[in-house]
């Protein structure tokens, strides 16, 4: 029975069938295309508002900075103890006084320890003079860390807050030399002199990722100053005098 017409089925069948495998594979080379890129897209593409580099559990290269940063501390003369582990502060500190540059940080609600990341203290002891200079001697704070996310004109946003990495801190009130209070909610909207001084002389110094104040986020921080330190986990360590080998 190999009548042409047969033979002519045949191959029809033959080709639609290595066609429709064709088509499969392709279909499934795409999908496997698809797949990687959806892999490998959000990475490069995916915006975590998170430091750079920063990665948990801290990375090697975070922890090579936590150690250049408690130097740094150690040659400013900051005493500092290291804190027991808190959720997401890559370098758990403590300071052995609450005062640096000459400016007390008071709690206004909690008792201490007060966790913070060795780099919160130390972009303190940078720019903290420069608030003393204005004529700050406390500044009474409301938080330092604490695992939340970010809260910025009156909404919560998916992301970590710097506070929950234990770099940020909430500053309520600043009293100046002569022991006058100035409170950023009572007296920010009257203009105070303080209080637009510390502002200014914080945006000034550049070691803050942002400053948060009732000018820019009347909705959220209208009682207080949200600083966060700029950090850098790409960057390499400050090189720290190494004991020779022996
Ligand atoms: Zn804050």
Redesign the pocket.
Known sequence: MRSPARVAFVTFVAVALAGASTAEAGTRKKKKRAKKAKVTQPRKAKRTNMPAGWTWPPSKAMTELGAACTDELDALGVAWKPARKARKVSTPITLSAMEIGGVKLVSVYRRGPHVMDCALALGLAKHLPALHAVGVRELHFS?IHEYSKVRVNGQQLKSLSR?ALGL?I?IRSFVDADGRKAIVLDDYPLGDALLLEVEKALGDSGGFRTILTPRNDPQSHDDHY?LEVRVDYTAKPAATPRKPAT
Request: proline share 0%; hydrophobic share 20%.
């Open positions: 938080r506070h940020a909430d949200h």
